[in-house]
């Protein structure tokens, strides 16, 4: 499962990099900074995805896959609607800042997860 969590935080970077070059140049202001606020927060939590998978391979137990889990579904919520709203003007209402509690709860796990003691 590791593995999937590198792999999802990589896509999340290349995602967050397109989006943040296609704001640059192609979306009026209001909604580039939409969309860049989007690419900001989906490429960090692209490298905590990362960092969950490579702290998942030394420790046992599931609460960093629930932090990671808990990073890719927020990211995918928050991100996504702010790109959704950035390209089209729809708003998916609650979506986007459950999507934000979301990856705030996954720092929370992840704190957790650094201070358990790894089981063995």
Do not use: K
């Not at 999937?4 to 070059?21: D, E, P, Q, T, Y």
């Not at 702290?55 to 896959?65: I, N, Y």
């Not at 995918?76 to 209402?93: E, I, V």
């Amino acid at each position: 499962m590791s593995r999937i969590w590198m792999a999802l935080g990589a896509l999340f970077g290349l995602v967050s990099v397109a989006m943040a070059a296609y704001a640059s140049h192609g979306l009026e202001p209001a909604s580039a900074t939409l969309a860049n606020t989007g690419a900001s927060l989906g490429a960090w939590h692209g490298l905590a995805l990362i960092g969950a998978g490579l702290l998942a391979e030394r420790r046992r137990g599931p609460l960093v896959h629930l932090a990671a889990g808990c990073f890719a579904a927020g990211a995918l919520m928050f991100c996504g609607g702010l790109y959704l709203r950035a390209l089209t003007d729809l708003s998916l209402g609650l979506v986007t800042p459950l999507g934000g509690m979301t990856m705030l709860v996954g720092w929370g796990l992840l704190a957790a997860a650094a201070l358990v003691a790894p089981q063995r």
